[in-house]
DNA sequence: TAGTAATTGCAAACAGTTCGCAATTACTAT
DNA sequence: ATAGTAATTGCGAACTGTTTGCAATTACTA
């Protein structure tokens, strides 16, 4: 399912270093399957390591997301950042607003919006942000 | 450009009343032509009356919102909540990463969205934030 | 194995926003 | 016009999520 990146390679080749903070917030963004606030994922790293520090895992994240592996996304009514593994931009969010439940769609709509402000408006898009709030297939009345 | 909407009659037919604050506030969203953080309309509210707390904003702004009046949108790196007077969301946001300039950017794109994701996906679509981030073309080299 | 710079833990600072509460004010009904 | 009443305000303090300075620790390199 997800790529077997050598997370100790990858960061030594970009000059920085392997660490428990560094692996075990990896692991747990590994394994999780939607996404997390930096708490929920400071509470399963402490587990397996209680000495490891809140600010160290806001300092792994925001490594990882400078260095593409992660990505941070604000998807709930409060301001919290969710993090999860690193998924293109052409994936969005489509966020229940009744059952809270996040899913993944992906499809070419982003990539024409891309291109529509590409050709038609001179805006060269970097990253675009696709959210979708509404009711899923199951909360629908 | 703007209705010219009666605050009074609006807010009194909802059970609100029209004071001072929200006078203010609506007045400085109204005349601007971007997007203000609370901070800033609070600076200029305080202009005109310089009485009116910060706490009175953020209330007003929250209910502007509630009332659909107004909206919130998270454009910058911070995570600062920007408003402006409401527009559909279906004019979304282009965001220039060097100047920082904000456009508003209409169409159908936002449109077709919804409708796949009704059609095709059983996802019932509320409201769809798009915003994107890019080089404004006065910023391409 | 020792040397060195990167990284950590901790506590304190920070930004943006919300809240409790007594005092004030806008509206309603006389 | 006035008084009554509930909505709203100002104020400060609390809160949430995140960042930072710094001395102590640690991962890598040689
Ligand atoms: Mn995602
Ligand atoms: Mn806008
Ligand atoms: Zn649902
Ligand atoms: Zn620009």
């Known amino acids: 399912m997800t790529d077997p990146i050598d997370l100790g390679a990858f960061l030594r080749q970009r000059g920085h270093r392997l660490t428990n903070p560094r692996r075990l917030v990896w692991d747990v963004l590994g394994a999780a399957r939607g996404h997390l606030t930096a708490e929920q994922i400071a509470t399963r790293v402490g587990r397996r390591d209680s000495r490891i520090n809140l600010a160290s895992i806001y300092r792994s994240l925001t490594l990882f997301a400078e260095l593409g592996l992660a990505r941070e996304s604000i998807l709930g009514t409060d301001g919290a950042g969710r993090w999860e593994v690193a998924h293109p931009d052409d994936e969005f969010h489509l966020i229940c607003g009744r059952c809270g439940d996040v899913q993944h769609h992906g499809g070419d709509l982003v990539e024409q919006v891309r291109s529509h402000l590409g050709n038609y408006h001179a805006f060269k898009a970097a990253t675009?942000?696709?959210?979708?709030?509404?009711?899923?297939?199951?909360?629908?009345?």
Not at 128 to 141: A, F, H
Request: charged share 5%.
């Open 128 to 141: 675009i942000e696709l959210s979708v709030t509404g009711l899923c297939s199951s909360c629908v009345v």
